[in-house]
């Protein structure tokens, strides 16, 4: 089945500093990587994902990159602020099987400064 | 539109005691998912259905935990009988079909004493 390891664990940003998230899969068939946001207490939500057919996708502050043939992906968030702070999670989807169960990372708890 | 309703949101019980917990999709969402969270870990599917039909159960422990959907809609997941170890939080989620966004609900926090 498919492995994803996210990194790093934890990252403590000032406001206003870039916040990189990477991850890696194992299964070379998974084509979709979303990345959610989850705030302490409340549900995962949506906050970008990416398909294999694209290596790059943005959307105001964040970003995400995929390498397939590395097997890795990234979240960039950029200027952070505050409200930023939040555990991330990747997760790889793939169709093997016909099942495009999402497999999810540890997790990684953003901690921005002010 | 409301989003993917959960309910309780927090149930404490005794171990060796049953539990149920509910879940409403998106209306229109076919793929509903059950998962389950530790503390400091990401989701972890413990069965999905498509419409009616479970999928995916393998992860199920099948021995305590049931699930039904029985129209299609709303899905219940039991836990009879509850160990110490099934304290977590369970989130439903719900996708338009299998391989689109997923959304999730606010989950269900389990403490077994």
């Known amino acids: 089945g498919e492995n994803v390891e996210q990194h790093p664990s934890t990252l403590s940003v000032q406001e206003g500093d870039s916040a990189v998230i990477k991850c890696t899969y194992s299964?070379?068939?998974?084509?979709?990587f979303p990345w959610y946001k989850q705030e302490l207490g409340k549900r995962p939500q949506l906050i970008i994902d990416?398909?294999?057919?694209?290596g790059e996708k943005k959307d105001q502050r964040i970003a995400v990159t995929l390498n397939k043939t590395a097997k890795h992906f990234s979240l960039h968030i950029t200027e952070t602020q505050p409200e930023d702070s939040a555990v991330y999670f990747c997760a790889a989807s793939s169709p093997s099987g016909g099942s495009y169960i999402p497999t999810f990372g540890r997790g990684t708890s953003l901690i921005v400064h002010p | 539109e409301a989003g993917v309703v959960q309910s309780p949101r927090y149930k404490i019980i005794e171990k060796k005691q049953p539990v149920a917990f509910w879940c409403n999709p998106i209306s229109g969402h076919n793929t509903l998912y059950w998962y389950l969270q530790n503390l400091g870990q990401g989701p972890e599917l413990l069965i999905r259905y498509e419409n009616e039909e479970a999928v995916d159960d393998s992860q199920l422990p099948k021995d305590r935990f049931s699930a039904e959907r029985l129209k299609g809609v709303d899905s219940t997941l039991k836990i009879q009988p509850a160990e110490l170890g099934d304290s977590a939080v369970y989130l439903c989620a719900s996708s338009l079909n299998k391989g689109s966004e997923q959304f999730f609900g606010p989950g269900t926090r389990l403490t077994v004493l």
């Open positions: 299964d070379s068939a998974s084509n979709y």
């Open positions: 990416i398909r294999s057919n694209v």
